[in-house]
Nanobody, 121 residues
Framework: QVQLVESGGGLVQPGGSLRLSCAAS????????MSWYRQAPGKQRVLVAS???????DYVDFVKGRFTISRDNAKNTVYLQMNSLKPEDTAVYYC???????????????WGQGTQVTVSS
């Protein structure tokens, strides 16, 4: 059983920073891409950033220059460093990972339970 567990969310003032973490655990043969999504109230879930197993990162335009995604393959963990936060960054942030649980199984997209980020004065 594979699990993704996020942490690091909370309340922060505009202009502040937060660092989210997401650790994968359980039966894991290989992890390919790891990603962060967010879902604001009343809106669809959208991709924020992704990173390949080799460390190549990609960002949606509205977070470029402010957010940094990174990963520690030895710990099966992905991070999202969020700087210069704005009220419009308020959302539930979810991590996702493409994981092959066993060598004989196909890649499958696993999701965490989400962590709330609120940017407000």
């Amino acid at each position: 059983q594979v699990q993704l567990v996020e942490s690091g969310g909370g309340l922060v003032q505009p202009g502040g920073s937060l660092r989210l973490s997401c650790a994968a655990s359980g039966s894991i043969f290989r992890i390919n891409a790891m990603s962060w999504y967010r879902q604001a109230p009343g809106k669809q879930r959208v991709l924020v950033a992704s990173i390949t197993s080799g460390g190549t990162a990609d960002y949606v335009d509205f977070v470029k220059g402010r957010f940094t995604i990174s990963r520690d393959n030895a710990k099966n963990t992905v991070y999202l460093q969020m700087n210069s936060l704005k009220p419009e960054d308020t959302a539930v942030y979810y991590c996702s990972a493409e994981i092959k649980a066993l060598a004989a199984l196909p890649l499958y997209d696993y999701w965490g339970q989400g962590t709330q980020v609120t940017v407000s004065s």
